[in-house]
């Protein structure tokens, strides 16, 4: 190479050296940059840094409820209606004119108490024109009886043929007949007589009067009155077919007691037992109908009244309830949130049995006498801070703890 080239070659590789050098700068910013978010990222998600955060978390107001353990009934609820043990209707077995009535509408009657009377008058006639038939006949009889005697006596002395003696005879059971005919007759027209008097057939409350006193009644035609027996009486209601196999299974053991209460505000209630079980399942609806039987002394059921029904099953002894208002479903399953004695929480998974309305039976998870909360979940995770709601809030830390913190 030439002296004068030297320098020209010099200045061409510091040139190409620079453009590299420049090249490679952006690379490293961007490494760079890349690195400094890296370890941010992994600062933020550090775990020395979550519970400092989560310190900082003003604690959560809650209410709190307990745990317990008690007896508790197993039931099914179902909604009923009361049904009367018995309904008659009142219709009249004698024709004519409706001559008395002797209760007045609603009232209660007891078996054999008198309801109305029908005119008995063309009956009364009746029965005594029978009467006398009777009485007529039985004397014919009695002569043709002693007729037959006579002539008994003397076939035996040739006084009196035999053909004579068997036409006495004949004559004699002839008349007989019509003796017992004419028995019966009376006995029909005593029975009309009687039917002239309509007495209550059981012990109930009398509905409306659908006839009133003066009118022509037919027999076997117009109701006059319906009774309703309401004590004891029915309480009618449905349930799944799913709780079929186990209604049977306890009935099986022992009788099952059914309480009747009436809807809110009343808190009325009455005790029956379970005493019918209907033979197929409603294919319409999947359920089956069952009656209780209560005494109803006070009649404070009333037919066609709507009732809340239980049906107890079994008692569990000493099970342990929760308010059902405390159960949550978390990610992992149901859990109740249990208060600890450092006024933290705790979710516990929990494994449920029968729900009793306002409480629930906890199989698993929580024990008598444990705090759990009522309200204020929405707020909480593991481990929150809580107070209870209308008292004073803990104090959050103090203002050098926090700039240590950060």
């Known amino acids: 190479m030439k002296t004068q080239d030297k320098p020209r070659a010099q200045r061409l590789a510091h040139s190409q050296a620079v453009g590299a050098a420049a090249r490679r700068r952006p690379r490293r910013r961007l490494w760079a940059w890349l690195a400094l978010g890296a370890a941010l990222l992994l600062a933020a998600c550090s775990g020395e840094d979550k519970p400092q955060a989560q310190a900082e978390r003003p604690p959560a107001p809650v209410s ?10 197993v039931v099914v609820l179902a909604i009923g209606r009361v049904e009367a043990l018995a309904t008659v209707s009142v219709r009249s077995q004698a024709s004519g004119v409706l001559q008395k009535v002797h209760f007045v509408e609603g009232q209660l009657v007891k078996t054999g108490d008198r309801l109305f009377t029908v005119d008995p008058r063309p009956y009364q006639a009746a029965l005594d024109q029978a009467i006398a038939n009777l009485e007529r006949d039985q004397a014919q009889l009695k002569e043709y009886r002693q007729e037959a005697e006579r002539n008994r006596k003397m076939v035996a002395r040739n006084f009196v043929s035999v053909q004579d003696y068997e036409q006495a005879v004949a004559k004699a059971e ?11 007759a009376a006995e029909k027209s005593r029975l009309d007589l009687s039917n002239c008097s309509i007495d209550s057939p059981l012990t109930g409350e009398t509905g409306a009067l659908l006839v009133n006193q003066g009118n022509l009644v037919q027999a076997g035609s117009d109701t006059l009155v319906v009774i309703k027996q309401i004590q004891p009486c029915y309480v009618n209601f449905a349930v799944p077919e799913r709780e079929l196999p186990a209604i049977r299974e306890h009935q099986a053991k022992g009788r099952l007691r059914v309480r009747a209460s009436l ?3 009343s808190r009325q209630a009455w005790n029956g037992e379970l005493t019918f079980i209907d033979n197929q399942v409603d294919a319409k609806t999947g359920t089956v109908t069952l009656k209780g039987t209560f005494a109803n002394a006070d009649a404070g059921l009333w037919p066609g009244q ?5 049906l107890e099953l079994y008692t569990l002894d000493q099970a342990v309830v929760v308010p059902s208002r405390t159960i949550q479903n ?3 399953g149901t859990i109740v949130f249990v208060v600890k004695d450092d006024m933290t929480v705790d979710a516990r998974p929990v494994k449920l049995g029968p729900v009793l309305g306002a409480e629930t039976v906890v199989t698993e998870g929580v024990r008598p006498g444990d705090k759990v909360v009522l309200d204020g979940q929405i707020a909480l995770y593991p481990g929150a801070k809580v ?4 008292g004073q809030a803990p104090a959050g830390p ?4 926090k700039a240590e913190a950060k």
Do not use: I, R, Y
Not at 64 to 73: E, F, I, R, W, Y
Not at 306 to 310: A, E, G, I, L, Y
């Open 64 to 73: 709190l409820g307990q745990a317990s353990a008690k007896s508790v009934p």
């Open 174 to 184: 002839s008349q007989a007949a019509t003796v017992k005919a004419d028995q019966a």
């Open 263 to 265: 809807p809110p505000p």
């Open 306 to 310: 709507f009732v809340n029904v239980s």
């Open 330 to 332: 978390g990610p992992q």
């Open 387 to 390: 107070f209870v709601s209308g």
């Open 398 to 401: 103090p203002a050098a703890a």
